[in-house]
């Protein structure tokens, strides 16, 4: 957008030199500067269009309120909703439940997607691993991780231990799913080309197979940040005094709709903060598939 | 026999769940040192022949000798260069020709040398080798290619139709990397083409193979070098030799089709 005036007719007519292009009022370099324009009108409307509608958004659920649409008994006023973030905020309990839920999180997230990348990488190379253990994969693959709340408390209590099995138990089918169907997908040819060059297969499996699948690996893995925020609410329903699951239980508890939407939008705003860091910090790395396809 | 030699004996190639042999009872010995082009309609089993001698594709029946050693799986004496560029492209080009250099556990320092070296030698500049291959063209992605597979300095080079996604001029150009390649380190070259004017301009001797997948005949060329593409048809044998090879091939082909049909 810089350049464009430099390019066009506008810097000309500021050099005071005409051209013959300039004078023709129909002539492609005589368009130029509308259409550029338009381009910086388009880019910025672009660039608003988030905001217009978060704007929007506060702006709808404000006249609901403020019309008794919805009772503010279950739908408090954005105004409300800032006053009691605020209050939480002071008293250092949003920090805590939130900084709590992302540490049970981050834990389920870390042990189910090692174990996951490592089962889906023995599944997509070893036509043995896949005989033993695709089977049972699939059979538990469809049980929602919810259904298994009680087992959990069944078999580990209800302290960390339970929420630990749970968040890793939900993080690991889509990062397995995801790094099983990579690491399949390698290309016979890449594989020739290791092996007419001489290389062993550590060397094809750590420079070669695993390269190729980070793409479908990275994808399978922001899944399961997603999976492990919902998944850890469920699991802090129980036995936890602290984290965002549990602070909206005592919310709806004890009729505190205000408390409820502030623990809904901590939520929102953890899950969309750790996508994202996740994104930026691993974008470059699969830039190649981008660029390819 | 010298030690360079590749001997094919009474190969024959049937996929699984197929009821026709790709390759069936071919023989053929490539001397050392030789630049040999396999020419034949599609379908005749001539990449699968270069799979079989790379080691990628166990004979049915028969056998690949090189060097008086039977061939049982790829090994670094061997490079190929493929159809379509397999760069890895999630490495720079610099990680794909020390690829081999890496899996024979050379020295990063030695390394890099030579693949400056390989670089300079297949005719690209040294700033090449940070680039990833998206940002080539297909002919600097095949020059890669070339440079790949000779960082092992492979006593055999195996082409598989690699210049056919390229443009006539960089095409004639790469014909001539590998003949100025071939003049310079001398590997054995096997390189598999439909293209008879290619064949006649690069190699040394050429073999038409049938549809049945055996050899229909093994010609030398005659042609002295060097062979420009727009002064080929200026040489003396040129238009005998393109000639017998047409009549080979369009007798291979009505051959194929009249199969295929019956």
Redesign the interface.
Known sequence: MVSAPARGSGALRSSGVPTAAARLPGSVVAERPRRDRRDIARTALLAALPVLSLIAVVVGWDAAVRLEIFSDRLLPAPATVVHAAAEMYSDGTLFADAAASFRRALQGFVVGSVIAVVLGALTGRSRIARGLLEPVIQIVRPIPAIALVPLAILWFGIGEESKLFLTSLGVFFPVWVNTHAGIAAT?D??L?????????KL?TFA??VL??A?PSVLTGLRQGIATSLILIVAAEQSGVTEGLGFRLDQARLFSQPDRLFVCLAALGIVGAVADQLFHQATRR??R??K??S | MTAGDIAVSSLSVRYPGSDRAVVDGLDLTIDSGAFLAVLGPSGCGKSTLLNVIAGFVRPTTGSVTFGGERVTGPGRERGVVFQRDVLFPWASVGSNIGFALRAAKVPRAARRDRIAELVSAVGLAPEVIDKRPYELSGGMRQRIGIARALANSPRVLLMDEPFGALDALTRHQMQDLVVELWGRTGPTVVFVTHDVDEAIRIASSIVVMDHTGAIADHLSNPLPRPRPASRLGEFDDYAALRRRLHDLLHGQQSALTLGERG
């Not at chain 1, 020739?192 to 062993?200: F, K, N, T």
């Open positions: 290309r040819d890449y020739r080309v290791a092996a007419s060059l001489g290389a062993s060397l420079t070669v390269p190729g980070l790395t699969v190649w598939a660029e390819q």
